[in-house]
């Protein structure tokens, strides 16, 4: 006989109770009794109808949890808990619904539910808008009121922007694929950067296509962002819980969209102020820093006035002593020549002296000795020469004077 312990036969029975798959997605209908809120915010009550009472456990944040009241009638949503520290059975609701929802409502809330644990929903994922869009497709009808009322929210807030229709049903048993098809066809088309899904307010059976799996799943693989408006402010769809944003109506959608351009033309206005302000002040700043700058050069200069009277003075002093300089080269070329000119024969000549040569060899007689009688001389005097015959008895003829330069003296003839 095998003998358990109590840990095992409460792990086998967690086990078995939440892997079966009935237990896992379970829809069960009854009265709210022994509720009881914790400090949380969690709720704590049982489901009872009139022969079974099933213990229930609701987190803060759940939906449906401000429903919960003793006595009333609720459809929930959860799945079975087996929690081994007490031994005890929960019921783990995510959802809580009024009792008499129709078979519409609870699929969705199924379908919800189920995307939600895919991460259809998760903001994480959810892409920012372009600030300025250039091309925005619409997904919606074009019979309807709703793609003009986009148009001329565009027109007023931001005319740039160019819309680019994708057309479609937004009601009946065809829409959703229709969706779908106008989504992909945005998306292969390329040229949107931002996706508006609108369509005007309805009943749950008239929104049911923005409900539909497919359309959810084409907005959650779209490449460009999505903005939702489907319905009124108070209708949510599946389509609105995908999108990267939702919009409470079309109008609303398109002022999303677009940046309003009396609010760009002020805030442009406002920088064109400051950046005016700013070159002003920059120069102003800039003409202050010039002036300090040329300050400092001023005083930073060399005197001009001390180095001109220091270059006069120089000059003064260099003219004297070039003066100086000439006057004593002056006297000492007046000396030499005065001491030239004391050696100059014809100097000597005009004091008085005389030079006696012979003729023919022209020798300059120093001495009585070197002159015999009958010997032809020539005396040259200063203004001239005189031929002489050396002896007594003579008499000398007239003298001549110095012939010109290059001519021939005229031998003295013998004298009667």
């Known amino acids: 006989m095998a003998v358990y312990t109590v840990s095992q036969v409460t792990t086998?029975?967690?086990?078995?109770?939440?892997?079966?798959?009935?237990?896992?997605?379970?829809w069960v209908e009854g009265e709210v009794s022994n509720l009881r809120l914790s400090s949380a915010g969690h709720a704590y009550f049982s489901l009872k109808d009139?022969?079974?009472?099933?213990?229930?456990?609701?987190?803060?944040?759940?939906?449906?949890?401000?429903?919960?009241?003793?006595?009333?009638?609720?459809?929930?949503?959860?799945?079975?808990?087996?929690?081994?520290?007490?031994?005890?059975?929960d019921f783990m609701v995510d959802v809580a619904m009024p009792e008499g929802m129709g078979e519409l409502a609870l699929e969705l809330e199924r379908l919800r539910l189920r995307l939600e644990s895919e991460g259809l929903f998760e903001e994480s994922r959810k892409r920012p808008l372009p600030k300025f869009p250039q091309v925005i497709g619409v997904v919606t009808s074009p019979a309807g009121a709703v793609f003009h009322d986009i148009q001329n929210v565009i027109q007023r807030r931001y005319p740039l922007v160019e819309l680019l229709l994708s057309p479609t049903l937004v009601q009946g048993p065809d829409a959703a694929?229709?969706?779908?098809?106008?989504?992909?066809?945005?998306?292969?088309?390329?040229?949107?950067?931002?996706?508006?899904?609108?369509?005007?307010?309805?009943?749950?059976?008239?929104?049911?296509?923005?409900?539909?799996?497919?359309?959810?799943?084409?907005?959650?693989?779209?490449?460009?962002?999505?903005?939702?408006?489907?319905?009124?402010?108070?209708?949510?769809?599946?389509?609105?819980?995908?999108?990267d944003l939702r919009a409470p109506t079309p109008s609303a959608a398109a002022e999303l969209a677009v940046p309003d351009q009396f609010e760009?033309?002020?805030?442009?206005?406002?920088?064109?102020?400051?950046?005016?302000?700013?070159a002003i002040y920059q120069v102003s700043s800039r003409r202050l820093e010039v002036s300090r700058v040329s300050r400092q050069l001023e005083g930073s200069m060399p005197n001009t006035g001390d180095w001109r009277r220091r270059v006069d003075d120089i000059a003064r002093?260099?003219?004297?002593?070039?003066?100086?300089?000439?006057?004593?080269?002056?006297?000492?070329?007046?000396?030499?020549?005065?001491r030239m000119r004391a050696l100059d024969p014809a100097a000597t000549l005009k004091r008085g002296?005389?030079?006696?040569?012979?003729?023919?060899?022209?020798?300059?007689?120093?001495?009585?000795?070197?002159?015999?009688?009958?010997?032809?001389?020539?005396?040259?005097?200063?203004?001239?020469?005189?031929?002489?015959?050396?002896g007594s008895g003579t008499k000398p003829r007239t003298a001549r004077k110095k012939p010109k330069k290059g001519a021939e003296a005229t031998p003295m003839k013998r004298l009667l």
């Open 12 to 26: 086998h029975l967690q086990e078995v109770l939440e892997l079966d798959p009935l237990l896992a997605d379970l």
């Open 50 to 89: 009139g022969q079974s009472l099933l213990n229930c456990v609701m987190f803060r944040g759940q939906s449906g949890v401000e429903l919960l009241a003793n006595g009333q009638v609720v459809v929930a949503h959860g799945r079975i808990s087996f929690y081994q520290p007490r031994g005890s059975t």
């Open 177 to 243: 694929a229709e969706i779908v098809n106008a989504i992909d066809a945005l998306n292969r088309d390329g040229r949107a950067d931002l996706m508006l899904v609108a369509r005007g307010g309805g009943s749950l059976e008239e929104l049911q296509p923005f409900n539909e799996e497919a359309v959810a799943r084409a907005i959650f693989a779209s490449r460009i962002p999505v903005v939702s408006a489907i319905g009124h402010e108070t209708d949510i769809t599946i389509a609105d819980m995908v999108a």
């Open 264 to 278: 760009l033309r002020r805030r442009l206005a406002e920088l064109l102020e400051v950046c005016q302000q700013s």
């Open 317 to 338: 002093a260099a003219g004297v002593s070039l003066d100086n300089y000439l006057t004593v080269t002056r006297l000492s070329v007046q000396n030499r020549e005065d």
């Open 353 to 390: 002296f005389s030079v006696v040569q012979k003729q023919g060899t022209d020798q300059v007689v120093t001495s009585t000795g070197q002159v015999a009688v009958g010997d032809l001389l020539s005396i040259t005097v200063s203004d001239g020469v005189i031929p002489a015959l050396a």
